[in-house]
Structure formats: structure tokens, C-alpha cells
């Protein structure tokens, strides 16, 4: 079945006919000017060619073919089911400048907090490819890195974006909480969560991380919480006068009591990533935690049509310019 996503356009139809009208009303430019008709009474009765004729016939159905392209003609290829579970996450992110830290690896390399985060949140997204998940980032203050989506490659490529320094630093755990159950609380789905990712102490943002949670609870959302980064001391790099990359412990300290506070007011389960292998084992618990009996969606899909209507158009205008310049070329 063909349909057309931008149907007006075929309004334009309408105006070939009166163009066509106006232009016959109108006339063409006159060859040549006698100045009586005397002069040409002898050729009067010779019979007009209809090789001009052929040309603006081309040219209207050239200019017809082009305003259907326009119109994006589709083929649909019927209905196909897909399975969804119904859950939609949102993702709250820490990218403070204390996720710098290097105390993971990936690939036999040490990495930061962000890239290992960002790694593990990314394979995560991967499998859960029928549920909508959105994304929060956060430091100073909260921001939505991406809406609740199912387009997962535009999430992937949101995600791929984030890096350390970009807002003003600091760790407003209530606020990303907030913005986080904000994108969640007018959604009818069968399950709500909000995993939140941090390594620090909430010392930013106007809402307090417990009165975040108490929202999240009244509305039916559930939060993950985890707590990146080793404890006592973390290696940050730091580059020294001679451009060589160095490390410095330092001390970092992570709320773990208000992260367990918020994930048990919820409904939700408090982790510890303070390795790479724990990261994946978490996620990997609450993708299995975070299942739900499927749903049947039906959809449709569209080829585009267009390049069959452009394509010809295009090729009938040039054909009528090819004509009118040469077999038949018009006087003077």
C-alpha cells in the first residue's frame, strides 16, 4: 500500500491545470512583429506544429513528477510485532571532576571512572534494547542528556558525548534525582527506575538527596543506586612540568548511607562498584531484576518512494531543455 508522509504538498497539483490556462490564455513571446496583418495574410491558414505542444506537455508532467517526490510517497510493508517489556529507566550519570579518577581498567588499561561508566551503561543499554531509557547528567547541577528513548543508536550517541568538565563541578545527587523521576512521573508503564551513578558526597543543587528520594517513592519509581570508585584512596593523574602523566592518591569518599537510604525508601537495591568486574555484575543483576511479562506492539514499515518520482521528473525536464535546444528549437 502506498501512502504519502507529506500529503499537502500534492496540493500543487491543483495550480498545473490553471498555469496551464494562464499560459494558454496568455500566449508566448511573439517571434516576430509585422505591423499589419496584411503582410502575412498568405500564411495564415497554415497549420500551427504541435511540437511545442509535446514540450510543455513534458514539462507539466516533469513538474507534476517532481511535486509528488515532494509529497514522500511510501510503500508499507504491512504490520510486523515486535515485543517491548514495558519498563522505562532513566539514567542519572555523575560526570564531576572526581570521576577522573583511574582506579578501573579496561582491556588491560586504566581508565577512569566516566569511561568505564560509560562503557558498562553502554553494553547495558544494548540489551535492553525494548525499553525506553533516557539519560541524566550531572555535577554541579542536572541535565537531560538525552529523553526517554527508543531510538538507542541517538542514546548511544548522547552518551558517547558526555565527558568530564562540562558543567559546573560538584555532585548534586538531589537534583539529577529529581530531573531523573521528572522525565519518569507522568509515564503509564508497568515499571519505573532510575539508575544512579555517583563516586562522591551530595555538596551541590537545592534539593536534598532524601527529599528527592521521597518523591521518587510517591511516584512509583524505584532507584538503583550505585557507588563508583575504590575506597580510601583513588589514583588521579596529574601532568607534571615535563609533560609526563603522574598519579596522586587521593582521598575520596563516597554517601554510601544516604545511597542505601535512598535505594531501600524506593523499593530499589544499593551496590558498590569498586572494580570493573563488579560494574558488569551489577548491571548484569539489574537487568535480571528488571524484567517484566512482554507486551505485543504491532508497527509498520516504510520504504521511501521518492527517488521514483524525482528521478523521472528530473529526467523529463532536462529531456523538454535537451529538445527545446535542438531538434526542436523554436524561432528566433
Known amino acids: 500500500m502506498i501512502r504519502f508522509a507529506q ?20 500566449g508566448r513571446e511573439a517571434a516576430f512583429l509585422y505591423s499589419s496583418v496584411q503582410l502575412v495574410k498568405g500564411i495564415a491558414g497554415i497549420t500551427r506544429s504541435s511540437v511545442g505542444a509535446w514540450l510543455v506537455r513534458l514539462r507539466w508532467l516533469a513538474l507534476a513528477a517532481l511535486i509528488a517526490g515532494l509529497a514522500r510517497p511510501q510503500w508499507t510493508f504491512g504490520e510486523s510485532k515486535i515485543r517491548a517489556s514495558g519498563i522505562d529507566i532513566v539514567v542519572a550519570l555523575d560526570i564531576s571532576g572526581s570521576m577522573a579518577a583511574e582506579d578501573f ?66 555532585t548534586a545527587i538531589g537534583s539529577a534525582l529529581v530531573a531523573a ?47 563508583v570508585g575504590t575506597r580510601g584512596t583513588a589514583p588521579f593523574p596529574q601532568t607534571d612540568m615535563f609533560g609526563t602523566k603522574r598519579y596522586v592518591p587521593v582521598p575520596v569518599e563516597i554517601d554510601e548511607e544516604t545511597l542505601k537510604k535512598i535505594a531501600a ?20 543483576e539489574i537487568d535480571k531484576l528488571e524484567t517484566t511479562e512482554v507486551e505485543v506492539k504491532r508497527f509498520l514499515r ?31
Open 7 to 26: 500529503p499537502w504538498w500534492l496540493l500543487l497539483l491543483l495550480l498545473i491545470p490553471l498555469l496551464a490556462w494562464l499560459r494558454g490564455r496568455v
Open 265 to 284: 525508601n524506593t523499593g530499589g537495591r544499593y551496590y558498590r562498584a569498586d572494580s570493573t568486574d563488579t560494574l558488569r555484575s551489577i548491571y548484569d
Open 302 to 332: 516504510y520504504e521511501e518512494l521518492y527517488p521514483w518520482f524525482v528521478l523521472p521528473g528530473l529526467a523529463l525536464l532536462l529531456l523538454e531543455m535537451i529538445l527545446a535546444h535542438s531538434v526542436w528549437r523554436r524561432l528566433p
Open 105 to 170: 581498567q579496561l582491556q588491560g588499561e586504566r581508565v577512569n571512572r566516566l569511561v568505564i561508566a560509560k562503557d558498562v551503561l553502554l553494553k547495558f543499554i544494548q540489551r535492553r534494547e525494548n525499553d525506553r531509557i533516557g539519560l541524566v547528567a550531572f555535577s554541579g547541577r542536572a541535565y537531560i542528556a538525552a529523553p526517554l528513548t527508543l531510538d538507542h543508536t541517538f542514546l548511544a550517541q548522547n552518551l558517547e558525548r558526555l565527558d568530564l568538565g562540562q558543567i559546573d563541578d560538584g
Open 181 to 227: 523521576v521528572n522525565r519518569l512521573r507522568d509515564l503509564q508503564s508497568k515499571s519505573k527506575i532510575v539508575v544512579l551513578m555517583t563516586d562522591g558526597v551530595n555538596n551541590a543543587g537545592k534539593v536534598p538527596p532524601l527529599t528527592a528520594a521521597e518523591t521518587a517513592q510517591a511516584l512509583g519509581v524505584k532507584v538503583y543506586a550505585i557507588g
